[in-house]
T-cell receptor
């Protein structure tokens, strides 16, 4: 049981380049989400998904796309990278329940946009 | 809208002392959950403790306890007998309105001195 995995761990992009951050979980969690963490701040929700084929926007969705074709995978696409997207990106997953719904986080992807 | 406020940017505590990290929240939802996460210097997000809005008793998990005062809308984390390994960033977060997405505070950096 690997939990939540993210690749790559670190990436440098030039302004205008596109890339996909990968996220996968093997816990059969319905709910998956992407957060970004800027220096000295808490995490802010970018996009989330409550199941395969269903996605929705979070607090800071501009500049990012997501899709959820399988339960396991939830990739985050940067369409045209900007320096303002320099951040640490966390993927999280949880059971879709009305109970504790603890979210388990991946190790993070550190992105630098020059 | 939901909001989490952590008013202590940094705290310094002597080893073996107890420490209280403050968290206040704002929500109009009658049903919500409050979480504390630890983020060590390695960067991962580690779930510590959860409190549901309808829970009658304060949550406890080993050395961690959550001082839940619903009328004051506060959910302070108490760490008993602090250890050097407790040095980290601590984030308070809220989930509400039936959604699984979390809203985070800005965090408190805790430093344990030997």
């Amino acid at each position: 049981n690997a939990g939540v995995t993210q690749t790559p761990k670190f990436q440098v992009l030039k302004t205008g380049q596109s890339m996909t951050l990968q996220c996968a979980q093997d816990m059969n969690h319905e709910y998956m989400s992407w957060y970004r963490q800027d220096p000295g701040m808490g995490l802010r929700l970018i996009h989330y998904s409550v199941g395969a084929g269903i996605t929705d926007q979070g607090e800071v969705p501009n500049g990012y796309n997501v899709s959820r074709s399988t339960t396991e995978d939830f990739p985050l696409r940067l369409l045209s990278a900007a320096p303002s997207q320099t951040s640490v990106y966390f993927c999280a997953s949880s059971y879709r329940s009305t109970g504790i719904g603890t979210q388990y986080f991946g190790p993070g992807t550190r992105l630098l946009v020059l | 809208a939901q909001k989490i406020t952590q008013t202590q940017p940094g705290m310094f505590v002597q080893e073996k002392e107890a420490v209280t990290l403050d968290c206040t929240y704002d929500t109009s939802d009658p049903s919500y959950g409050l979480f504390w996460y630890k983020q060590p210097s390695s960067g991962e997000m580690i779930f510590l403790i959860y409190q549901g809005s309808y829970d009658q008793q304060n949550a406890t998990e080993g050395r961690y306890s959550l001082n839940f005062q619903k009328a004051r809308k506060s959910a302070n984390l108490v760490i008993s007998a602090s250890q050097l390994g407790d040095s980290a960033m601590y984030f308070c977060a809220m989930r509400g309105g039936g959604a699984q997405k979390l809203v985070f505070g800005q965090g408190t950096r805790l430093t344990i001195n030997p």
